[in-house]
């Protein structure tokens, strides 16, 4: 009775398992899907907007599906034949996952501190109205560090509110005495604005103002300002929080660049003491001696200038290891001469771009953040790619196996394909809006005065001038009118009537006529080559197609093709099936 229970207790786990919410799927093949929302974002990739993919065909949206489908049978191959083990996409997937858990380290311990949800949601309670303001800047200039020049700034400021304060019109006073160029000639008028356009200091200043009421002074990185709130205005029609969390995340980005860069830096800084980060004084002092050196050239690689003895001594310790004169040489490679030596800041940032990737490499391994960075998605698409390209590789591209001898091979089997078409050469007399002056030359051509004269003399062709108006050989195809009243000429040295292009006119005469005939060896040589690397990789292609699809049985959901998007009603294939 225990046992039946202990079943029926197994059956109940497997059953809620397997109802385990699954995400909807257009196609299957093998054990991989293609789900819907993969497929609605290939079909929006291709095809730009929802009314364009209305427009495609049951069987386009099949070929998209069975595509997509393809593409994981390839990876599903490539895994079954230990592609995975591959050295070379092991390594590539290695630097990609370090890449990626330095992304997610600066993440974790540059953004998600400063960007915050509680942030984030001020951001988007902020962003629920606009502010139309004026202002007045006493400016900052690029010099103004001294105590004596920021209290006269601030002294400056000060006198213009009280001006205003004592009645002077602030748009009058923006116009007057603001060092904003743009906007004082519009009376400091900075039109409508949302949160996070401004520099925090002002954008603080201006959500928190009451309305036409003289706010500040207030100190933000460009001077100082005076702020004139003339109206408010609430947002409409905006998106949930949820919605816009991710678009308000990159805004805040931007808009906390500088704060974000500042914390970025205090951070690696950290790592310098963490890592317990020392130059020897003594052997950077000499490294830059000798590159001062007015006899040092810097104008090419440094390698050669220094014994083995000087590039085997150490600039730097800490804790992963140590900083030798050749890193530093190796580093700098073939842009010495850009580095100011003497400022002893340029060799500290030396050391720092050759040690602080393995600081935060090391960072990154212990904290998880590679084994988080080998699990992201965009990893593992790129291990996806990476073991497909090499199915079709191994199926294709080494099985192209094409030299010059399969290349006459295929010459010769499809000479039909490497005919010349008739060419024809001709002498053409062009005149512009002129019909009766072509007429005129018509009839003197016709009445036997040498044509090539007249085409020197009346031509006004300028591509042609030179060359007497020839022109050729060519095909019947090219030169629209021009080609087809050549090729009605039946004999050389014939003289057309005279041709009406829009505006302008045309004489022809026959030169040359070249009979179509098949093309040599060496004339169709490169075109061979071409095309015969073109059926075969299409063969080789159907080929590899079948046997994945031999191996990795694909069902495609038509009828979800079908819903996913209304159908052509001009097409409408599945209802015509159904009928």
Not at 505 to 511: D, G
Not at 529 to 549: A, F, G, Q, S, Y
């Amino acid at each position: 009775m225990q046992r039946i229970a202990g079943l029926i207790g197994l059956m109940v786990v497997l059953i809620i398992i397997g109802c385990g919410k699954k995400e909807p799927y257009v196609a299957k093949i093998g054990k991989e899907l293609v789900t819907e929302q993969e497929y609605r974002d290939a079909m929006l990739a291709q095809f730009r907007t929802e009314d364009n993919i209305k427009q495609r065909t049951l069987d386009e949206r099949k070929k998209m599906a069975r595509d997509m489908a393809i593409e994981r049978a390839k990876y599903q191959e490539g895994l079954a034949r230990k592609f995975d083990m591959n050295v070379e996409i092991a390594e590539n997937l290695k630097s990609t996952a370090q890449r990626r858990a330095l992304d997610l380290l600066y993440v974790s311990k540059i953004i998600d501190p400063v960007i915050t949800d509680n942030a984030l949601r001020d951001y988007y309670d902020k962003s629920s109205k606009e502010v139309s303001a004026r202002h007045v800047l006493v400016k900052k200039g690029a010099v103004d560090t001294s105590d004596m020049e920021k209290a006269r700034l601030k002294t400056r400021i000060d006198s213009i509110k009280t001006a205003i304060s004592n009645g002077l019109d602030f748009k009058v006073a923006a116009a007057m005495l603001s060092e904003d160029n743009t906007t004082a000639r519009d009376s400091g008028d900075l039109g409508w604005f949302p949160w996070g356009r401004m520099v925090d200091e002002f954008q603080q200043a201006c959500w928190s103002a009451k309305l036409r009421t003289l706010t500040g002074p207030v100190e933000s990185p460009f001077g100082w300002h005076l702020i004139w709130i003339d109206s408010t205005r609430e947002v409409q029609g905006r998106p949930s929080f949820e919605e816009m969390k991710d678009d308000l995340a990159m805004r805040m980005r931007e808009s906390e660049g500088q704060k974000l860069s500042t914390k970025a830096r205090e951070y690696v800084l950290g790592l310098h003491e963490q890592y317990n980060l020392v130059l020897d004084d003594k052997v950077v002092g000499d490294f830059v001696m000798k590159l001062v050196d007015p006899m040092m050239s810097l104008n090419k690689e440094l390698g050669p200038m220094f014994t083995q003895e000087e590039k085997d001594r150490v600039a730097a310790t800490h804790k992963l290891g140590k900083v030798t004169i050749a890193d530093m040489i190796d580093k700098v490679g073939a842009n010495a001469y850009r580095v100011d030596w003497k400022n002893p800041q340029s060799v500290k940032d030396l050391v720092d771009a050759i040690v602080e990737p393995k600081f935060l490499e090391d960072v990154a391994t212990k904290e998880g953040f590679i084994k988080k960075a080998e699990e992201d998605p965009e990893v593992l698409k790129q291990k996806r790619s990476a073991i497909a390209r090499l199915v079709e590789k191994v199926e294709i591209t080494e099985k192209l196996n094409l030299d010059e001898d399969a290349d006459r091979a295929y010459y010769e089997q499809h000479l039909q394909e490497f005919i010349q078409p008739e060419t024809r050469t001709i002498r053409e007399i062009f005149i512009k809006e002129d019909a009766a002056k072509a007429n005129r030359v018509h009839e003197r051509a016709k009445a036997g005065e040498d044509f090539r004269k007249l085409a020197w003399q009346f031509n006004e062709k300028e591509s042609t001038k030179n060359d007497t108006g020839r022109i050729g050989p060519f095909e019947e195809k090219r030169f629209g009118l021009i080609g087809k009243t050549a090729f009605q000429l039946q004999e050389k040295s014939e003289i057309s009537a005279v041709a009406s292009i829009g505006k302008n006119f045309s004489v022809i005469q026959l030169l040359d006529i070249f009979p179509s005939r098949t093309k040599t060896w060496d004339e169709a040589k490169s075109d061979a080559r071409r095309e015969n690397r073109v059926v075969r990789t299409k063969k080789l292609t159907e080929d590899m197609e079948n046997m994945l699809l031999s191996r990795y049985p694909l069902d495609i959901d038509e009828e979800k093709l079908s819903t996913l998007w209304p159908l052509p009603p001009e097409r409408p294939e599945k209802a015509a099936r159904d009928q």
